[in-house]
């Protein structure tokens, strides 16, 4: 009687168990389907144009999934682009803000993902524009190219990682007044930048996606700092054709056609 109680009772812990493996099993997939859903939605609605409705359903995705790399970097990137178009110091400070803290998420959550770095770096970029205490300007600057450097280390072929190395090389060229005083007090000179880095960069990005406007401009401004108007027309040209993905695009497309026009 003993043994056979004993083997009612492991038969009933086997039963427990493979019911809540069962169960751990189905709300995964429950979760995996339902994030595949909203990361669709998301998609769908950036490429409708509705980054505030995007970046709401990329939160939502968080919820669920905390440590999502792509939901992680996408709410970085929305949070920059929707900062970007604010007037206002203090609310564009805390969309920068709260893109860097979403890219630091994704990094820690991954530090060899070359997402998760090109988002950091990216992020931290953003922080310089409103930065105004000189150590951190230079912590900031030092960053960006460390995280840069690390996602094309990465991933060689990652096209915005070679933008916002080749942006950080064009900016260390042409860096404000105020700012190269700083990086040079504190950094004890200024870090290299290159415009013909910044050229190679920004060709590389062009290659690997032919439709990320903001890459187009930038490289159009390194090409006229380097003395090359014709590169610059050239750039400019293709520019002002290609198709709204964003609705920082409309703004962009419309400097380089006034840039263009300057130039011709």
Known sequence: MFHLHLKENNMKLKIQYFVCLFLVISCCSINAQDINILLKEADNLEKQLKEPEALEKYKQILVIAPTSIKALVKTAELNVLLGGKEKDKNEKRLYYESAYGFARRSFLS???????????????????????????????VKDVK?????????????????????????????????????????????????????????????????????????????????????????????????????TGDIVIKAEGAKMLESLQ
């Open 146 to 246: 460390t995280y840069a450097d690390k996602a094309i280390a990465i991933n060689p072929n990652h096209a915005k990682a070679n933008y916002t190395l080749g942006k950080w090389h064009y900016e260390m060229v042409t860096l404000s007044g105020m700012k190269k005083v700083a990086v040079k007090l504190f950094y004890g000179g200024l870090p290299e930048g290159d415009i013909e880095k910044a050229i190679f960069y920004m060709e590389k990005c062009k290659t690997i996606e032919p439709f990320f406007v903001p890459n187009y401009f930038d490289l159009a401004k390194a090409y006229k700092e380097a003395r090359k108007p014709a590169n610059a027309i050239e750039v400019l040209n293709k520019l002002v054709k290609l198709p709204n993905r964003r």
């Open 110 to 140: 991954d530090s060899n993902n070359a997402d998760a770095n090109y988002a950091l770096a990216m992020s931290t970029g953003k922080l310089i524009d409103i930065e105004s205490e000189n150590k951190k300007i230079v912590i900031y």
